[in-house]
């Protein structure tokens, strides 16, 4: 059981790893940072502790340090037991979920690595909002695709939101950095074909891809989509068909419906 250490002092330096999570400059999960990852609320704090990623600490109130009880048998790190007050001074911010959990982050596979099982990918382009990103890793468990290629111009996937949002799910789903040079050779090499979601795309090619042994996605930023060197790259180009006067949808609806033409949910 994790080593439950009742805390009054918000100045106590064994909670360095959640001070002042609001300031930009001094964020411990930041690029360039501390490089920690940090889980909010039971829910994730239980992804978290299920993960490959290792605990240091938890932080919470008493009761939401009870509810982890279960998940929390044969880890060994400290349980930082507060009041809400105390927390949201070391925080920076009022936390409603009342609970955090730090880790240090798991080793990135390579490229080889993170697509030898794999039949469903997805390959990221400038997708640099936390939130956005963070549903898309969601979106990418929930429906079967088996790795991410993080590609140039995204944020960090380990970001505290993106965890957040993701809802622990990031945490679990394998993903690793290459440029998209990088990232194609790999795919064709390990046979997959390579298929860009743009707006100018075929209609028609989203759902046949569902009969393809292996597939890699190709997703853009919202809004500017796939440069013109991502979309060169690819195999083809599909788009998801809709009503008229609608061309697009967020970055991470889209990839929900492409996962779901493509994979399709487990029977």
Do not use: K
Request: hydrophobic share 50%; proline share 7%.
């Amino acid at each position: 059981m994790a080593r439950v250490v009742e805390v009054d002092d918000a100045a106590d330096p064994r909670l360095a790893d959640f001070r002042d999570l609001s300031r930009a400059d001094r964020r411990p999960d930041r690029p360039g940072g501390r490089g920690l990852v940090l889980a909010e609320g039971t829910v994730v704090v239980r992804r978290l502790l299920a993960s490959p990623y290792p605990p240091r600490a938890l932080l919470g109130v008493a009761r939401r340090v009870d509810d982890l009880a279960p998940d929390l048998t044969g880890v060994d790190v400290p349980a930082y037991v507060t009041d809400a007050d105390t927390m949201a001074y070391v925080v920076g911010f009022h936390l409603n979920r009342g609970v955090l959990a730090s880790a240090d982050r798991a080793p990135v596979p390579d490229l080889a690595a993170l697509l030898a099982g794999a039949r469903r990918v997805a390959v990221l382009e400038g997708v640099g909002d936390h939130e956005n990103l963070g549903a898309l890793f969601r979106n990418a468990a929930a429906l079967g695709v088996d790795a991410v290629i993080v590609g140039p111009g995204c944020a960090d996937p380990l970001y505290r939101r993106s965890v957040r949002v993701s809802m622990g799910h990031v945490l679990r789903v394998p993903f690793a950095a290459a440029g998209l040079d990088e990232a194609v050779t790999a795919l064709r090499a390990a046979g997959f074909v390579l298929a860009a979601l743009t707006p100018a795309g075929d209609p028609g090619a989203l759902g046949a891809l569902a009969d393809r042994e292996r597939v890699a996605l190709l997703l853009g930023a919202e809004g500017p989509g796939l440069s013109a060197g991502a979309l060169a790259l690819a195999d083809l180009r599909v788009r998801i068909p809709m009503a008229g006067g609608v061309d697009s949808l967020n970055v991470a609806t889209a990839a929900a419906v492409a996962f779901h033409a493509v994979a399709g949910v487990p029977r």
